[in-house]
C-alpha cells in the first residue's frame, strides 16, 4: 500500500505526512477523515478503563487489506504509526473491514462514526491543531486482531488453538468464545475472547499466562460460548451476517449474560460444552493449558 496522500486534502503527500509523523497521535487524520490502527490483541488490554488502550504503543502490521463496506475508495497507510487513513468518506456511520491475506489474524469489522471534515479542515491547510479538540481522538480506532487457528505462532508462546463442533461433529462457524486467563506479575484474573473463522477454527493467544502453584506448568481454565442462532447459520455462510465485533460493550454484556444480536446467551464451560484434549482425548469441562507451549484443544457442543 502506498503513503502517499490522496487528494482531497491540498497537501504535498510528503508535507503532510512529516506533520503527521511529528505531531504523533494528533497527527493521523492528516492521513484520512477517519484512521484505523489494526494490532495484535493483547489479554491485559481488556482490563484497562475504557479508552485507555487507544493510546498504548503497539506494533504496526504490515500486509493487511482494509476496505471501507460500500465504498470503492483505496485507503492510505501511514508506514511511521501503521494507521490506515480514509480520505472523503461521507459523514455518517461507516463499517470498515479488515483481512489478513496471509491468514495471521481473523478478519474483523469496526463500526464508526465519520466527523464532517469541515469542521477542522481548514486548520489542518494551516499545519495546526484542529479546533474542537474534544472530539479529535475520534478521529483515530483501534482495532485489536484476533489470531486465527492456522497462524504460526512463537516458540515458548503460550496458547491453545483447535475447532468448535456441534453434537453431529460438524465444525460451527463464528461462534463466539471466551477464556478465563490468569497472568503476570500478579497473577491476575482476566479473560481473552475471539471467534471460530468460517471452518470452526479457533485461537488463543495467552501470553502472560501464570500458574498460582510454582512448578506446575499445566493449569485448568474455564471458558464460555455463544453460538450463532439457527436462523442465522445460512446468512453467515452466505456472508450476509457481519463479523462479531469485539468491543468493549460486548464484553460488558457477555460478562452480564447476554450475547449479540443473532447469537444464543452464552454457555459455561462443563454445562454445554465440553473441552477435549488433542483430537482424540478425553473431554473435560476445563481447557488444559500448558505454559509455555501451544497445546490443541477441541470445543464439544453436547
Keep these: 500500500m502506498s503513503p502517499l496522500l490522496p487528494q482531497p486534502i491540498p497537501w504535498p503527500p510528503g508535507e503532510s505526512l512529516a506533520w503527521a509523523r511529528d505531531r504523533g497521535w494528533e497527527g493521523v487524520p492528516s492521513v484520512g477523515s477517519v484512521a484505523l490502527q489494526p494490532v495484535p490483541h493483547r489479554v491485559d488490554e ?21 476496505r471501507c463496506q460500500g465504498s470503492s475508495q483505496r485507503p492510505s497507510w501511514h508506514p511511521a504509526h ?3 487513513g480514509f480520505v472523503g468518506l461521507p459523514p455518517g456511520p461507516q463499517t470498515l473491514v479488515v483481512e489478513d491475506p496471509l491468514g495471521r489474524y481473523l478478519p474483523a469489522r469496526l463500526s464508526v462514526v465519520v466527523s464532517d471534515p469541515r469542521a477542522w479542515l481548514d486548520s489542518l491547510r494551516r499545519l495546526e491543531r484542529p479546533e474542537g ?87 485448568a481454565r474455564q471458558g464460555s460460548v455463544c453460538l450463532p442462532l439457527l436462523a ?48 482424540d482425548g478425553a473431554l473435560s469441562a476445563q481447557a488444559q493449558v500448558t505454559i509455555g507451549r501451544q497445546r490443541r484443544c477441541d470445543i464439544v457442543w453436547q
Design 232 to 279: 442465522s447459520r445460512p446468512a453467515l455462510r452466505s456472508g450476509l451476517l457481519p463479523l462479531p465485533e469485539i468491543n468493549r460493550a460486548l464484553l460488558e454484556a457477555w460478562q452480564a449474560g447476554f450475547g449479540p444480536m443473532g447469537y444464543g446467551p452464552p454457555r459455561s464451560s462443563g454445562t454445554d460444552f465440553r473441552f477435549r484434549d488433542g483430537p
Design 133 to 219: 479538540q474534544d472530539a479529535w481522538p475520534s478521529l483515530v480506532h483501534r482495532l485489536p486482531l484476533r489470531p486465527s487457528a492456522a497462524a504460526v505462532r512463537k516458540p515458548g508462546s503460550t496458547g491453545i488453538w483447535g475447532q468448535i463442533f456441534d453434537g453431529s461433529g460438524r465444525p460451527i462457524p463464528y461462534a463466539l468464545i471466551q477464556l478465563q486467563t490468569h497472568f503476570s506479575p500478579r497473577h491476575q484474573p482476566a479473560t481473552v475472547t475471539t471467534w471460530s473463522d468460517g471452518h470452526g477454527g479457533y485461537a488463543f493467544n495467552l501470553e502472560g499466562e501464570s500458574s498460582s502453584s510454582p512448578g506446575h506448568d499445566v493449569v
Design 82 to 84: 501503521g494507521l490506515v
Design 46 to 66: 481488556e482490563m484497562l478503563p475504557p479508552g485507555l488502550e487507544r493510546w498504548l504503543p503497539r506494533e504496526r502490521v504490515a500486509d493487511l487489506m482494509v
